[in-house]
């Protein structure tokens, strides 16, 4: 039963979220907590291990929950769920779209669809960024220089977001050796 509830409850996920893994989260976030799957910690620690992981951060936070509630089974279950929609949404959508790509209606909904992805998206970055930045004075305070070095990084000098990554790791172990963040 286990397993067939995380491959609907995925598979939902996958149907209603558009946007991609980032919008996703509010509802992961949301059915985690509801299931009692998992604390909010433990799915901050997920999320932060699927962004690392090469691969589609979907399939890889899918793959992390289903494999904490129901080992392999339960990754595959969730997996299947979330890229299941999206598969046959693609399936269809192939074959249409090019015929209906200059209606009115259509222009209008992928105007409309874009401000609710960027919503979807802040509100993750929001829920995350809570988890990030509550802690000790000194986590706090690295976190914060660590989130608008990498803006910094990102915005003025352009860093390809691998190396980013890489020297926000780095300076988090350097961090976390010299006893600064807890």
Known sequence: MKLLSLFLIFFKIGAFTFGGGYAMLPMIEQEVEAHGWMREEELVNFIAVSEATPGPFAINISTYVGTEVGGLSG?????LGVSMPAFLLMLVIAGIYT?????WMVKGMM????PA???LIAAAMVSVGGQV???????????ALVFLLGIFLELRMKLHPILLLLLCAVLGVMAGYAGLIA
């Open 75 to 79: 990754a595959i279950a969730a997996t």
């Open 99 to 103: 015929r209906f790509q200059e209606y």
């Open 111 to 114: 105007k409309g669809l874009r």
């Open 117 to 119: 992805v960027v919503g």
């Open 133 to 143: 930045f509550i802690g000790s004075q000194g986590t706090l305070i690295f976190s």
